[in-house]
């Protein structure tokens, strides 16, 4: 049986990584860490998804708010789609852009961003006691 | 949807501070049992709450003397 991917110790991580931003708390979840997984991923969408009814898509803006987005982007890839439909301008705004909708979708990211380091540490310190041992 | 720029619409802080709160303790927490992180969670959602008022206090007091106190001072001021 060849090596494990996992022995890749670099590569791990960078998958680690890149899950935990592709799905709030994906990280976690690939580290059988299942109910911390869950409370991330349903904290994180959900204030993300508030901050979204509060402010409408108008809260994604990569042109004019480019700080706020750079956090938003934190929530996962998938809000640079929703950043591109923000920039063509075809989109109801039925709340204030800013304010409250904002702060709400780029905390949500700026969590998710803490999930995503904390993940790569856990799966970090993990290999290096299986190392060690 | 509408917020309004009154002092209710402040409360939209709490549900923030509790995500804040839940999902750092998360991360930190060693093993998560219900109670224990329950706990752990309120602590910090409490303590966040009582830096956010106390800070708002002060800044309300500053506010308060800047505008009120302070320029009646200097306006019968013996100088």
Redesign the interface.
Known sequence: MGPSWKDNHALYLIVVGAVAWLVPGGGHFLLTER??AA??FA??V??FL?GL???SIGVIDPVNAKPWYAAQVMNSPLVILLGQVAASGNYPV???AG??GQ??TS??GL?NL??VV?AIYVAHQRTVEETKA | MRVGTDPISMLWLLPLVATISIVYKSTKVGYIRPLPFAKETAGLFGSIIVFIVVAATILYLLAWAVTGPVPALLDKSTF
Do not use: D, P, Q, S
Request: aromatic share 16%; hydrophobic share 50%; proline share 0%.
């Open positions: 109910k911390r409370i991330m904290f994180i959900l204030t508030v009814y509060v402010g039925y709340g204030r304010e409250i702060i709400y905390v949500a969590l803490l999930c904390n």
